[in-house]
């Protein structure tokens, strides 16, 4: 069992950067593959960034590509997403999502494939 809550979500202009954390308490943080997913009002939610248990391995939805970071700090159980140059479409409430691994190495982009979810923190950028 692992609790997730995240925080840093808030109103922004488009152009904007915010970082999202994810907390997690329960059991080890380290043993839980990690990701972020989205979902705006009418549309379904959608995979953003996952990263692997040690932290090594990242990977991104290609709508967020090089404008949002991954990572993690196992020490401090949290999770964080750096989200730059933000858009109007970015508008969503996000989620943290934690899946218990067996590899150190692999990301997981199926949000069916995670056991555990945060309740949401909303993101807004305006125009």
């Known amino acids: 069992q692992v609790q997730l809550v995240e925080s840093g979500g808030g109103l922004v202009q488009a152009g904007d950067s915010l970082r999202l954390s994810c907390a997690a308490s329960?059991?080890?943080?380290?043993?839980?593959?990690m990701g972020w997913f989205r979902q705006a009002p009418g549309k379904e939610r959608e995979f953003v960034a996952a990263?692997?248990?040690?932290?090594?391995?990242?990977y991104y939805a290609d709508s967020v590509k090089g404008r949002f970071t991954i990572s993690r700090d196992n020490a401090a159980n949290t999770m964080y997403l750096q989200m730059n140059s933000l858009k109007p479409e970015d508008t969503a409430v996000y989620y943290c999502a934690a899946k218990l691994a067996s590899s150190l190495y692999y990301t997981y982009s199926s949000s069916g494939m995670y056991n555990y979810w945060g309740q949401g923190t909303q993101v807004t950028v305006s125009s």
């Open positions: 990263i692997s248990r040690s932290g090594g391995s990242t």
């Open positions: 329960g059991r080890t943080f380290s043993s839980f593959a």
